[in-house]
């Protein structure tokens, strides 16, 4: 902290720390804890939170009868690690402080749903579920079983709502058989038992039948709606009528993000891409948008020489050879810039940097330097050179002009157009083919920290929305 500055504010370094470890993440935990369990000692309470605090799954399956929602949640199981909960296991392990609370002979269906929330709440409280995650299946069936969760402070991370016609569940359920002896459940058009003795003992239960099916379907639409408008924050529906391995792959893609943070971040962003590739256009729109610098490293470069700096004085015989200046000139030029007040405080958009993989390392080595994301524009060449050779400039106001996309607006103007000597047919094809010889190894650098691509040779309103939901939708690995 500034302890001469008054009110006093904190050095804008402790954003990056911040985020680097999720400090904001943990304070929201932390604080949301509190609030729900309201321990007689916070700092015992807390220390003891800290001790066991993770980001395992939290996840609820719903779904109408025979949508699959047992065997996507058992698939889900196994790929995260996690443990699934049904309804069935809490009441053959009831807690020895809430037996005396439950009926003679409990059901799903004659417990109260407080009773419910609490059974809940002691088994997840278990250090199995704290370290490896939930998933529930079968619960909660209506709406007040879903705030009697809530009001316990049970809150899942994602849930998940398969949704298909009526008529879909129907016709999968009259082909369901059970094996009475193992449980296991089986279907006579795609999923057969191999066992010749398993098939002959398989039956289909009552519940599965068309009139029961009926009865069962009406019960769930009368119900979902309450549930769904509760998790709505964190709801994602997915058609359950397609093939498993397809509704699996879904699922697990939506569980598998992290959910979006409200804590405040530096975005730092490379993106890379060719000649005609549109790389400045983009930077310009968001940061017109989001208030964040553009450092542009061939402008860095061109200020130090007209300026007469020593390190432009060192750089001009390599600009004008027309040869890539020495890492070592730039990233210092790149560190006393990303250190000024403003990338610190509002993050960055750089372009025109880094141009190959050593200078990627460098940059991601230099501590408080290193992007949070990365993004490739690519183009083909016959496009970038038609983007380019058709570009004019007006001399006198300085406007840009394009032949096709952007026409002068009169006669005299189109008459004092003219082409950049660097928009000219083999110049760009030049600088084009230098791009590639470096970018298959930029690619596989950055491919590890999840770089986007995105095709830039669409309008500039779409390769603009398609860099912004890059921004702010977290990364599924590791990431800020």
């Known amino acids: 902290m500034d302890q001469?500055?008054?009110?006093?504010?904190?050095?804008?370094?402790?954003?990056?720390?911040?985020?680097?470890?999720?400090?904001?993440?943990?304070?929201?935990?932390?604080?949301?804890?509190?609030l729900i369990d309201r321990p007689s000692d916070p700092i015992t309470y807390l220390i003891e939170l800290l001790k066991k605090d993770s980001d395992a799954p939290k996840i609820i399956i719903l779904g109408p009868p025979a949508s699959g929602r047992h065997t996507t949640a058992k698939l889900l199981q196994k790929k995260l690690n996690t443990i699934l909960i049904e309804p069935d296991d809490l009441l053959r392990d009831v807690p020895t402080k809430l037996r005396d609370k439950l009926p003679a002979n409990p059901t799903v269906n004659n417990i109260s749903s407080s009773l419910w929330a609490q059974l809940y709440e002691e088994r997840l409280k278990e250090f199995d579920c704290i370290r490896r995650g939930w998933i529930l299946v079968d619960f909660p069936m209506n709406r007040d079983q879903t705030l009697a969760l809530q009001a316990r402070g049970i809150c899942p991370r994602h849930v998940v709502c398969l949704e298909a016609p009526d008529n879909v569940m129907i016709e999968r359920a009259a082909g369901k058989r059970i094996d009475p002896k193992t449980k296991d459940i089986y279907h006579i058009t795609w999923n057969i038992p191999s066992s010749r003795d398993v098939q002959e003992r398989l039956i289909q239960l009552e519940e599965n039948s068309e009139k029961m099916m009926v009865l069962r379907l009406k019960e769930h639409r009368r119900n979902i709606d309450g549930i769904k408008d509760c998790f709505k924050s964190v709801l994602r529906s997915i058609n359950a009528d397609q093939p498993l391995n397809d509704v699996h792959t879904q699922v697990y893609s939506y569980t598998s993000k992290k959910a979006r943070s409200v804590a405040p971040r530096t975005p730092r962003i490379v993106i890379i891409g060719p000649t005609?590739?549109?790389?400045?256009?983009?930077?310009?729109?968001?940061?017109?948008?989001?208030?964040?610098?553009?450092?542009?490293?061939?402008?860095?470069?061109?200020?130090?020489?007209?300026?007469?700096?020593?390190?432009?004085?060192?750089?001009?015989?390599?600009?004008?050879?027309?040869?890539?200046?020495?890492?070592?000139?730039?990233?210092?030029?790149?560190?006393?810039?990303?250190?000024?007040?403003?990338?610190?405080?509002?993050?960055?958009?750089?372009?025109?940097?880094?141009?190959?993989?050593?200078?990627?390392?460098?940059?991601?080595?230099?501590?408080?330097?290193?992007?949070?994301r990365a993004f490739f524009l690519d183009i083909p060449l016959d496009i970038a050179v038609e983007r380019l050779t058709q570009r004019l400039l007006d001399p006198i106001t300085g406007d840009r002009y394009h032949t096709h996309e952007h026409p002068a607006s009169t006669h005299n103007i189109k008459e004092r157009l003219v082409q950049h000597p660097a928009d000219d047919k083999e110049t760009v094809q030049k600088r084009y083919q230098a791009y590639t010889i470096y970018y298959d190894e930029l690619q596989d650098f950055y491919a590890e920290q999840d770089a986007i691509h995105v095709a830039a040779d669409q309008d500039a309103y779409t390769v603009f929305e398609a860099i912004e939901a890059g921004i702010v939708n977290p990364l599924n690995k590791d990431g800020c």
Request: charged fraction near 20%; glycine fraction near 4%; charge should be positive.
């Open 4 to 34: 001469t500055a008054r009110p006093l504010n904190i050095s804008p370094e402790f954003l990056l720390y911040a985020e680097k470890y999720a400090l904001f993440e943990l304070f929201q935990r932390c604080v949301s804890s509190l």
């Open 276 to 372: 005609g590739s549109g790389r400045k256009t983009v930077a310009t729109q968001i940061s017109r948008k989001y208030d964040i610098p553009i450092v542009s490293i061939p402008t860095l470069i061109k200020q130090q020489i007209v300026n007469k700096t020593p390190a432009g004085v060192s750089m001009k015989q390599y600009v004008a050879r027309q040869a890539l200046v020495p890492d070592s000139l730039v990233m210092q030029l790149i560190r006393d810039r990303l250190n000024q007040r403003d990338c610190i405080t509002k993050g960055w958009i750089m372009i025109g940097f880094p141009r190959t993989r050593e200078q990627a390392e460098s940059l991601a080595r230099t501590p408080g330097l290193a992007p949070s």
